[in-house]
């Protein structure tokens, strides 16, 4: 029989193996081969070194467990040396916590003993797509985020590299600050955006039903269950199932939810025979998980294989300096899709705006340019279209803070700086005089915050 070497002359070597096994290291040369991929293998951590020094790969395949070391030394090696190199970890059956820690450390998927080709193909393909993907130009529209702030600078940069990785991701924030939208994006910057993007709502089905809704069901398998039909699983295939204020999952479906992701397989209600699904999980909520897994309300071993890679998308309040940026998007769009001229902010309306709370985030701002646009009665959008909230303590007579009396006593620069010089009082406050911590709140550079204080005449 010829060697694996021999077999792969004419193709170039795309795919390292490292296994100590040497059937599984076949097993895996024989089916790159037949996707027309070839291969180099290696038995040992030394030998994969060697391989890595000499070549260039697109795709690493390793066992967790080598007879002169572990693959997780070798996924850890790989990020630091080759971090545009994906690579992939093959654990144990069972091995879940190996699996985990190696997504964390940067590992692209992973797949579990014995190997499941059919799962081995779709991980190749996502793979050997990303290069492709990666020359188009970037999706633009509803699900762009907006804004130029340091937080948000940071938040696209962990989306570009959320989005080259299979590890599930775990979106926290308020209501209304994105987190759809940054799903969607890590979804239409990967390898699985030609696939659907499913967006379940847990907290909207009833409990009776969850099992039916996200796993399926067999015709007869209940009454009513008149014809055969996919979950929320199968819907997903192949693309991203976005799982939303997963926090309300209860504990029963919390428990098939977990095989689900662990096992990459699930059972229609009715069913007797599993199906293989091949989907990555991006989930959200607004509440703490991990003060649910405290209060004993969300199992801890979800929460960990829910929570590999955590974003964080930050409230508006905590990037004032994007707001001017949201208000010309929003509006532009708001205004095509009503058919109408795009109006403009008069400097009252937009200091409202920047000194607003927003407890509603970025979706509460989008519903006050909306009904501002609609109840306008000019070109201009003034201050009294928008209606903003007052806050108990500062109402005045247009709902902002100092009201309307104040602007009519001051200049919008000294209205501006006074509201400034508020809210960096306020985020000191709340973070107990660290100013680092208070410039991280603001969503500004410790520098910029200084250089506002000097500029305000605010103590040190």
Known sequence: MSSASERRSHIDAAVLIVDDEADIRELLELTLLRMGLGADAAGTLADARALLAEHRYKLCLTDMRLPDGDGLTLVREIAQHHPELPVAVITAYGSMENAVTA???????YLSKPVSLEQLRALVKSVFDLPKRASESRPVGASSLTGESPTMLQVRSMIERLARSQAPVYISGESGSGKERAARLIHEYGPRAAKPFVAVNCGAIPENLMESEFFGYRKGAFTGADADRDGFFQAANGGTLFLDEVGDLPLPMQVKLLRAIQEKRVRRVGDTAEQPVDLRIISATHRNLKELVDQGRF????????NVIELRMP???ERREDIPALVDALLGRLAQEAGLPVPRVDAAANAALLAYAFPGNVRELENILERALALHGGQCITV???????????AGPHGIPGGGVALERESLQDYLDRVERQAINEAIAKTDGNRTAAARLLGVTFRSLRYRMERLGMKE
């Open 315 to 317: 409230a508006l309040r």
């Open 384 to 394: 009294e279209d928008l209606h903003l909230e007052p806050r108990e303590e500062e």
């Open 299 to 306: 199992r801890q071993d979800l929460f960990y294989r829910l």
């Open 103 to 109: 997504l964390k450390e940067g590992a692209f998927d």
